[in-house]
């Protein structure tokens, strides 16, 4: 089994450049699917297991889909005729593949998507995906682990208003409203950044949509969509874990491609911790204080604006080195709070109280094995790791591999005591799209 070992005590400095964010990549591969003339070309494409585990689905659906990783390039060709349906394999492996159901309905009147389950941070029903679909004349079945979806003719626009701003609800209706008849509008949707790109690249193939990034996004449907260029935006959670990584270490780190506006709940809660950060023409530079210098803080994780789910558990790491008592309040997600016991095993003072988290720091962490839960959870240990004494051994790598491109080469870059190994503890470079280690380095 795969590790990362971290050895504890060194400070972070030097400059690390983040990649295209995934969250925006999935939603922007999967609305390829729509383009039924020319091909999609997308730029900043983070080398990810997720953005193979996409190409896969896509390919599955006869999609000629080519990956130039060197590149960071994916060229999309939907032109030919598709099949529909994307098996439970795929998206087991990961949940966004949920999103060529909006695509596959709009340009085909059908599709058969397997239900996701749920995963380690909550249950993550699709019921409000569902609806959308079903308020532009969808028929939806769901049985024997699948949801099938069929219109005759056309989707017709709808006024749809979304229980709670779900960001894959808002980005497969606005993919389904891009090609329906008429008008829809889609209310309190989610207004992530990865919304905004969404949209960009959707009206760049010709869709007419405005609104994208507020709560209320008008979406008139076209007939038909061309594939065309788009580079992806940078990835606002690699950025937030590579400030935490400055913060914890007490080190000096410039951020290069980290937009600060995509950041600023997570630059305002640092900046109450003590962290100095500044944004420069290159990228945001952030200094992290003495380690007793870190003041105790509280969040509350919500959709944007607000302080981002996927990065509470950097946070929690960051926190456990500050001053006094802090509280992780996470409303977005109902169980992702796995990472606490893998964290109390390094010695971390914390408890769960219903959907909080109470720390009291600072903690002495002392490094131990532990498992990551999900990928936030993976990067979030090897954060602790960074200040914990002793070694840390971070095991389950398949949820960091998921989300985070060489993040163990990126903080070694910075100064960290950092290396993946093997079963043997020999250092290994890893192929993603195989899944296998390539190289061993020592
Ligand atoms: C690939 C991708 O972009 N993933 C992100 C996306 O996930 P994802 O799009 O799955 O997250 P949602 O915004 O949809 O989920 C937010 C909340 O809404 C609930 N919900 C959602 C849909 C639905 O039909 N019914 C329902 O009840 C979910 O269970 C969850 O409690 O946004 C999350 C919230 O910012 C991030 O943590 C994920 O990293
Ligand atoms: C929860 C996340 O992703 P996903 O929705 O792909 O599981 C994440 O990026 O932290």
Known sequence: MEKIIVRGGHQLNGTVR?????????????????????????????????VYTINEVLRNMNVDVQFNAGKNTVIVDASRQLTTEAPFEYVRKMRASVLVLGPLLARYGHAKVAMPG????????????????????????????????????????????LDMPSVGATENIMMAAALAEGKTVIENCAKEPEIV???????????????????????????????????????????????????????????????????????????????????????????????????????????????????????MALMLQAKGTSVITETVFENRFMHVEEFRRMNAKMKIEGRSVIIEGPSDLQGA???????????????????????????????????????????ASLGADIERVDDNEVMVQVDYKNNRIVAKLS
């Open 18 to 50: 983040v990649e295209g964010a995934k969250n925006a990549v999935l939603p922007v591969i999967a609305a390829s699917l729509i383009a039924s003339e020319g091909k999609s070309v997308i730029t900043d494409v983070p080398v990810l297991a997720d």
């Open 118 to 161: 749920g995963c380690a941070i909550g249950s993550r029903p699709i019921d409000l995906h569902l609806k959308g679909f079903e308020a532009m004349g969808a028929e939806i079945h769901v049985g024997n682990g699948f949801v099938e979806a069929n219109v005759d003719g056309r989707l017709k626009g709808a006024k749809i208003y």
């Open 197 to 315: 790109d969404l949209a960009n690249y959707l009206n760049k193939m010709g869709a007419r949509i405005v609104g994208a990034g507020t709560e209320t996004i008008r979406i008139k449907g076209v007939e038909k969509l061309r594939g065309v260029q788009h580079s992806i935006i940078p990835d606002r959670i690699e950025a937030g874990t590579f400030m935490v990584a400055a913060a914890i270490t007490n080190g000096n780190i410039l951020i290069e491609n980290a937009v600060p506006e995509h950041l600023r709940s997570v630059i305002s809660k640092m900046e109450e911790m003590n962290v100095t950060i500044k944004e420069e023409a290159g990228g945001l530079r952030v200094i992290g204080p003495d380690k007793y210098n870190l003041k105790a803080t509280d969040i509350k994780t919500l959709p944007y604006p607000g302080f981002p789910t996927d990065m509470q558990s950097q946070m």
């Open 369 to 411: 094995e532990v498992a990551a839960t999900d990928l936030r959870a993976a990067a979030a240990l090897i954060l602790a790791g960074l200040c914990a004494e002793g070694n840390t051994r971070v095991t389950e790598l398949k949820h960091l591999d998921r989300g985070y491109v060489n993040l163990a080469e990126k903080l």
